[in-house]
């Protein structure tokens, strides 16, 4: 799970390409399975072996993702959710509940940190919407158990909302794309 967010970019380059081929007058299925010539104009690399071993870590590691204090705590509440039988004392149904609703709430806070499908943020929403009413229509809840899912799913929305901090870098005609 800990690659999806930088995995998403390399697959909206390959869209991207895929797109400008398609428009160059190259065949899409062929350009698709066997690749196709460069079509940028800037074809002159950059000597890039110089660099310390530092800066290519930090450029692997902060490369098309960053970590929102909001994204890292949503993925923490979804740790929570996963805990509840232990922290509240919950049992199944609403356990279960709590249980895979955590795991998808950590999916998508992971898969927020990729900047250009930030907007995956907003698919918490929901989710904190579904944890702050599962215990009013699933049994296994005590009152602290409702209190404290009500509390998590609250939080969990409002920290859906705001985009946090953008890199430096660009994603084409995508910019406009994060939210």
């Known amino acids: 799970m800990i690659l999806i967010p930088y995995s998403v970019d390399e697959v909206l380059a390959s869209i991207q390409y895929l797109w400008r081929a398609k428009k160059a007058g190259e065949p899409f299925w062929r350009t698709f399975w066997m690749g196709g010539p460069a079509l940028s ?5 950059e000597a890039d072996l110089d660099r310390s071993a530092w800066e290519s870590l930090k450029d692997f590691v902060l490369g098309g993702v960053t970590f929102p204090w909001t994204l890292v705590a949503s993925a923490l509440l979804g740790a929570v959710l996963m805990a509840t039988p232990l922290i509240v004392g919950t049992d ?3 356990y279960f509940s709590d249980h895979i609703v955590g795991c998808l709430v950590i999916m998508i806070a992971v898969t927020a940190m990729a900047e250009i ?5 907003f698919l918490n929403v929901a989710l904190g919407a579904w944890i702050a009413v599962s215990p009013f229509l699933l049994d296994g809840g005590s ?3 409702t209190t404290a899912n009500g509390a998590i799913g609250l939080v969990l929305i ?3 909302l705001p985009r946090g901090a953008r890199s430096d870098q660009h994603y084409g005609g995508w910019d406009r794309a994060i939210v």
């Open 158 to 160: 409002g920290l859906s």
């Open 92 to 94: 199944a149904p609403l």
């Open 117 to 121: 499908v930030r907007a995956v943020r």
């Open 143 to 145: 009152g602290v158990a």
């Open 41 to 45: 104009e800037n074809q002159t690399p």
